[in-house]
């Protein structure tokens, strides 16, 4: 990925390389400057004038050199620095984008299974780490790289033993590094596993705060997240024991070397092998050293959270949608709403935790028709409507539109052509007008005014003080929930679909506002593909066929009428809902199997 | 970049992730902009060891000072010196090698201590909002986004995680900071002044650079926020996206918001690295004036060469500090901004907290009593007005009305999950605000209209608070709700894990099990909100019979649109518009044909039996 930053490398590097050689030469001027001194003092009388004005020419000379490679050096530090950002933000920016992509590809399996924190951690936190490893991790290793390639050519040909003891730290820091690198890494693995968890405890806690407060839960939910929390703790502790244990290992490395230098150097300027001046440019170059050899410590680090950052991140980034469009597939124009189950069956899950939800379902339903399901919680009504624009696949039969397989069309003209509303609301923070407009946001005020009238909104929308204006929350708590399904009717129905399916979408909506909605709705649906669930028998008894399902299983199926004339669970379910208050129905065995 | 627009380049109405105003209006006020006071406050508990970590900054900082002095000494003592000594040289290194120990032991004493005091501070702080969050009044959180909320929780803390981090390096910076000038004057002072001459400069170029910087790096940080809440969003919602076709437009928009996000922390940078450049020339002014005068000095013979070669040294690790707070400055604006946003949090009001001395609701009797409330959540839009009625211990009451005409409103007063405008709610005879809220959670146990699951076993969400309650409590407690069955078609049976939002379960399964939670609380009051809606009448019947046991004696509040479901009721309160309109039992209230008699008429009327009438009326 770095390789689309050429330019930016290519400005990097370079820059990098000369602030690390000026750098370099600062030592070499301080040492100069010494020996000038020196060698005046050790040369001459201090009353001799000329080589007095000769040295201080030489000092001043010296002194704007010093001021001229020092800013030089700052301003190649600048562009590295700068630079070297640029590209972790860039890349950074890249990932997010990606991410965002792909897990907005990524089909409901997948997002059945995978936590919303957990994904908003790895959005928020990893990404983090990845961009400040190249921030912080890669150019500065090439400093230090530099700085002690260049300096350890310069000390090692002024005085090569010397030399060698200056730069015998390194193979420990290297060793402490390598080390240190393993085991953060492998705190960081946990740590971000446990950063995950609490995010998740934190993240429910918000999202069903009416629950905690319902029964005052409060106690136990921090205890929960104290758990979490503590766990993350511990290991946020471990991680630091790690990081500074070795970097103060490696101070001290350091440092001895230093004193190696300056006992054998020492020496060697006792015994006339090398000025003062040298030896103060050895411990000069060192003293330039202590910062970087600092930052190792951070680097490891760096390294540590950004490889196993970027392994969650490339973890989901590598998934394919399991749900995938045929290359070259048609879209779905024009489409007369023709649907047809064909012998579909359908589990959740994969593999062996599979479980078979639907079993050998077909019906047809055509343009100016609608279809309507009833059955007992978790008999897989919904599922069957999810299957529609397909948000998962079938696992045996087929599912087709005019006749055309539904895999065989891209995935967009699909869930153009076919929308469900959904049984549990979801709203976006956002002012009610986009809500309602969401799936079309180029729709015109007339059109919206239009979805919302249908389904039995626009006036109360419109006494709102600040009208279509309004803000409404994410789950939609600043309304009912009567409006809140509404709103979701609304925000469907603005997009005139071939088929539309209802997912028990009038629930918490009283009779005479969902009478008024179907009247609405009426007008319309002489143009779509209908599927009704509900369990209010009202809402579907007009349906051109209903089908009663159990366990998956179609039982019944029939019009009203002639579901009234088999006697079976329908009439039952018909009874207990509409005839007289008394009327004591006795459960056929299939429920006092269930219930009791 | 350009921003999204149609062929006629109309822009859309959508955008991703909530505006920054948003937030200011829900936060912003309450704030008193001291972040750095407030702040102590957490660190305070960690005074102790801190004091300990100041001992060991200090040694550290001392033995950081000795060892230019210890070269100096060896250089003008032992090399220079008119008789050089070997010996000498030896003891120097020798002691070299002692501070350099001492150095090791401080150092890293000061690093661990202060790395995890500052790691328990962001987990104190955490902590602190999160408990805090606990507590505000459900008015604030019905505002804000969970995603935001996060934003705050995780990324803002993290930020000041990278501040603490480097802080541990600074506070020893700061201190070197002082020391070495102290040394520089001792050593020297008049060419210490002259070398300290050049920092005045620095605080000019700070002072222009500050205001505008401070901006940038804020702007930087608001961004940040801004693309995290986009993307929890689009998460969170993920479901519509798709089903909406909307991840298109979703992903240009996200773009924006991340294009800007991008080009705002590189201003930030270039801010940042602009002080690079001026601090190295300033070092290098200041090394060319020891050059310089220290040179000249010397040549006088009015100083050591060795001191200016200490000089040198410590000009070096003087600016070393400077130049890695200036690169931390971005980080510490950062940690700033994160801050505030972690105070605003903790600076929202709790508005609804126990009285003093507040009474426990342990003995009194199940009943409720509305006198003359009124309530709204916005000011001047009254969504209950002047409600009275009794229930009386023992009671089943159903609340009906159309939608939006304040049934869970007055569910959600009982438990006092709002404070009413005028009027009183009692229950057991007591006013709400006089009685402890955690009696009344106990005396109130509610089965919320969104039966909202936490991700866990089917066993701890359902006995979820109670959590000593046994297994068969809870498989009782399932039995009767008609979950039994299904919980253990489940392939783990009581302990299968239910994904987030229980999303592996239907949403009648959530209400079934939502539903046996509320019967394990095992309360007097029993509140049912739409408890039902999406069960089959058969199943619910089902429900009902087994019910009948288990409410002798105690109070049920029950709403439901569908009206079979409350036939049983002993009374009927119908709401409209905020307002009571009829009470009675089922029989009475169909015999004054009323707003009752028509919702009953409705509910098995199929749709081409609808009248004028009915095609007018509720909200
Ligand atoms: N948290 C909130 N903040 C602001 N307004 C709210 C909030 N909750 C509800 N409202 C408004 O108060 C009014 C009454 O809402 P409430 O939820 O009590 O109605 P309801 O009778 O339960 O309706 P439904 O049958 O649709 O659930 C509605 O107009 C709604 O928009
Ligand atoms: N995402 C999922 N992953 C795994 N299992 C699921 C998932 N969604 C539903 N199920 C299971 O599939 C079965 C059918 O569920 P479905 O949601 O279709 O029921 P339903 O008939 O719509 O019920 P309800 O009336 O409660 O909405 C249930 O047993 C449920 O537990
Ligand atoms: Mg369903």
Redo the contacts between chains.
């Keep these: 990925m770095a390789l689309r930053y050429r330019w930016r490398l290519a400005i990097a590097v370079p820059a990098t390389v000369v602030a690390a050689s000026l750098q370099v030469l600062i030592p070499r001027f301080l040492g100069k400057s010494v020996d000038e001194a020196q060698g005046f003092l050790a040369g001459g009388s201090p009353a001799s004038a000329a080589s007095a004005a000769e040295t201080q020419a030489v000092l001043l000379t010296t002194a704007l050199l010093l001021v001229v490679v020092a800013t030089c050096r700052g301003l190649f530090t600048l562009l590295h620095n700068y630079q070297g950002e640029a590209i972790g933000q860039s890349i950074a920016y890249e990932l997010r984008l990606a991410y965002y992509d792909k897990l907005q590809r990524l089909g409901f399996g997948f997002h059945d299974q995978v936590h919303s924190g957990d994904l908003i951690a790895r959005g928020m936190l990893d990404i983090e780490g990845v961009r400040s490893f190249i921030d912080q991790g890669v150019l500065r290793v090439i400093v230090l790289v530099l700085l002690l390639a260049i300096g350890s050519s310069r000390l090692l040909s002024m005085d090569f033993t010397l030399g060698l003891l200056a730069l015998s730290f390194v193979p420990f820091v290297g060793w402490r590094a390598t080390v240190a690198r393993l085991l953060l890494r492998r705190t960081w693995l946990k740590l971000q596993k446990r950063m995950s968890l609490l995010t998740r405890v934190m993240e429910e806690n918000l999202g069903g705060i009416r629950v905690v407060r319902a029964f005052m839960a409060q106690d136990h939910e921090m205890k929960k997240f104290d758990t979490a929390s503590d766990a993350a703790r511990k290991l946020a502790d471990r991680r630091i024991g790690i990081r500074f244990r070795n970097t103060s290992m490696m101070t001290l490395a350091y440092f001895l070397a230093m004193a190696l230098v300056l006992w054998v150097g020492g020496l060697k300027v006792l015994g006339g092998v090398i000025s003062v001046g040298q030896l103060t440019e050895f411990l000069a170059f060192m003293a330039i050293l202590q910062a970087p050899v600092r930052q190792v410590g951070m680097i490891v680090n760096a390294i540590a959270r950004a490889s196993t950052s970027g392994g969650r991140l490339f973890e989901i980034l590598d998934l394919e949608p399991t749900i995938q469009e045929k290359p070259g597939a048609p879209s779905l124009e024009n489409t007369a709403g023709m649907l047809t189950f064909e012998h579909v069956d359908f589990g959740y899950g994969e593999g062996a935790q599979a479980r078979q939800v639907l079993f050998d379902i077909s019906f047809t339903v055509g343009r100016g028709q609608t279809l309507g399901i009833v059955g007992p919680p978790g008999s897989g009504k919904s599922t069957i409507l999810q299957l529609i624009p397909r948000y998962y696949d079938v696992t045996g039969g087929r599912i087709t539109i005019d006749g055309r397989d539904i895999r065989e069309v891209t995935l967009e003209s699909l869930r153009r052509a076919a929308v469900v509303v959904q049984q549990d609301p979801f709203l976006f923070t956002a002012a009610i007008e986009n809500n309602v407009a969401y799936g079309d946001p180029w729709a015109d005020r007339y059109r919206i005014a239009g979805a919302t009238e249908a389904a039995q909104l626009h006036r109360y929308i419109e006494q709102m003080p600040m009208g279509y204006q309004s803000l409404v929350g994410e789950r939609g708590v600043s309304l009912s929930g009567g409006q809140r399904q509404r709103l979701t009717i609304a925000r469907s129905v603005l997009l005139s679909p071939a088929i539309i399916a209802f997912d028990d979408s009038t629930a918490s909506v009283d009779a005479a506002t969902e009478q008024r909605i179907r009247a609405a709705m009426g007008e319309r649906s002489q143009a779509q593909t209908t599927v009704i669930v509900a369990h209010r028998l009202s809402s579907l008894m007009h349906a051109n066929e209903i089908l009663f399902l159990d366990e998956g299983k179609i039982i019944e199926r029939g019009d009203h009428a002639s579901l009234l004339a088999q006697r079976g669970r329908y009439y039952d379910l018909y009874r207990l809902q509409m005839s007289g208050a008394e009327v004591a129905v006795d459960p056929p065995a299939a429920y006092g199997a269930k219930v009791s | 970049m350009t921003a999204v627009q ?1 062929a006629v380049g ?1 822009p ?4 991703v992730g ?1 505006e920054i105003d ?1 937030d200011e209006r829900i936060f912003g006020a309450a704030f008193d902009g001291q972040v750095v006071r407030r702040f102590a406050a957490f660190v305070r508990p960690y005074a102790k060891r801190l004091t300990l970590a100041m001992a060991a900054v200090l040694v550290f900082t001392l033995t950081q000072l000795a ?1 230019p002095l ?2 100096r000494e ?2 003008d003592g ?3 010196a008119d008789a ?1 000594s ?1 010996s000498l ?2 003891v ?2 020798l002691g ?2 002692a501070v ?2 001492v ?2 032991a401080a ?2 004493l000061q ?2 201590i202060v ?2 005091a500052a ?2 501070v962001l ?1 104190d702080m ?2 602190a909002m ?2 805090h ?3 505000v009044s ?1 008015s604030f ?3 804000t ?3 935001r ?3 705050r ?3 803002d803390v ?1 930020a000041l995680q ?1 501040f603490l981090e480097t802080s541990v ?1 600074a506070i020893g910076d700061l201190v070197l900071l002082v020391g070495i000038v102290t040394v520089l004057l001792v050593l020297d002072w008049k060419l210490g002044l002259l070398t300290l001459s050049v920092v005045p400069a620095l605080f000019a170029v700070r002072i222009v650079w500050l205001p505008r910087a401070r901006k940038a790096f804020l702007r930087a940080r608001e961004t940040s926020s801004l ?2 809440g986009a ?17 298109g ?3 240009q928009l ?2 924006d918001r ?2 800007e ?2 080009q705002s ?2 201003r930030a ?2 801010f940042a ?2 002080m ?6 300033l ?3 200041a ?3 020891v ?2 005068v220290g ?2 000095l ?4 009015s100083l050591d ?1 060795g001191v ?2 200490a000089f ?2 410590y000009i ?2 003087f600016f ?1 500090p400077i130049r ?1 707070l200036t ?1 931390q400055y971005s980080v510490m604006q950062r940690a700033m901004a994160s801050g505030q946003r972690v105070f605003e949090v903790l600076d929202v009001p709790v508005d609804i907290r126990d009285k003093p001395g507040a009474r426990a609701l342990t003995d009194a009797d199940g009943s409720v009593e509305f006198r003359d409330v009124t309530f709204g ?2 000011a ?2 009254p969504v209950l007005k002047n409600v009275s009625f009794r229930v009386e211990s023992g009671e089943t009451v159903a609340l ?5 005409s304040g ?3 007055t569910m959600s007063l009982v ?1 006092r ?1 709002y404070d009413v405008w005028s009027g009183s709610v009692r229950v057991g005879g007591e006013d709400v605000r006089d009685v402890s ?2 009696s ?3 005396t109130v ?2 089965v ?3 039966p ?4 866990g076993t089917v066993l701890e969400n359902i006995r ?2 109670e ?1 000593d309650a046994s297994r068969e409590t809870v498989e009782q407690a399932a ?1 009767t709700v ?1 979950a ?3 919980i253990m078609r489940l ?1 783990k049976g009581y302990d299968a894990i239910l ?3 229980a ?7 959530r ?2 099990l ?1 539903f046996a ?1 509320a019967i394990v ?1 095992d309360a007097k009051i029993l509140v049912l909100d ?1 408890a039902t ?7 619910e ?3 009902q019979r ?1 019910l009948k046991h288990l409410l002798k004696g105690r109070t049920a509040l029950v709403i439901a ?4 479901t409350i ?1 049983g009721a002993d009374r009927i309160i119908v709401l409209r518009d905020g307002e009571v309109a009829e009470t009675g039992n ?1 029989k009475s209230l169909l015999a004054e044909n009323g707003l009752y008699a ?2 009953y008429a ?7 039996d ?1 009248t004028k009438d ?2 007018n ?3």
């Design positions: 149609d109309r859309p109405r959508a955008v909530s948003v060892i210890i070269i060896a250089i032992a090399l220079l050089p070997r040289l030896a120097l290194t070299f090698v350099v120990a150095n090791f150092n890293y690093l661990t790395g995890r790691e328990h987990f955490r902590r999160y408990a969050l606990q507590r459900l959180m019905d505002k986004q969970v995603g909320l996060m934003s929780l995780q990324g993290n990278e390096f693309v995290n993307l929890a969003e689009s998460i969170n919602g993920v479901r519509t996206v798709q089903g909406m076709s909307r991840e437009v979703n992903f996200f773009n991340a294009f996000n991008l922390h590189l940078s270039r690295q602009i690079v450049p001026t601090v190295d020339t070092t290098g002014a090394m060319g004036i050059v310089i040179g000249n010397v040549l006088n013979g060469l200016m070669v040198m040294f070096q690790r070393d890695s690169m959540y916005a001047g839009q009906v009305g159309p939608t939006g049934k869970t409103s438990h999950f809220q955690d009344l959670g106990r146990s509610m919320l209209q969104e909202f699951l936490f991700s979820y608070r959590t039995r008609g039994h069955g299904f392939p994904e987030q939002r999303s592996n379960l239907s949403l009648g399964q209400q079934l939502s939670r609380a739409e809606a999406s069960i089959d009448s058969y199943t019947r089902q429900i087994a649109h569908r009206l079979a036939r089922h028509r919702l409705m509910n098995y009327a199929s749709f081409d609808m009915d095609l009326g509720s909200r």
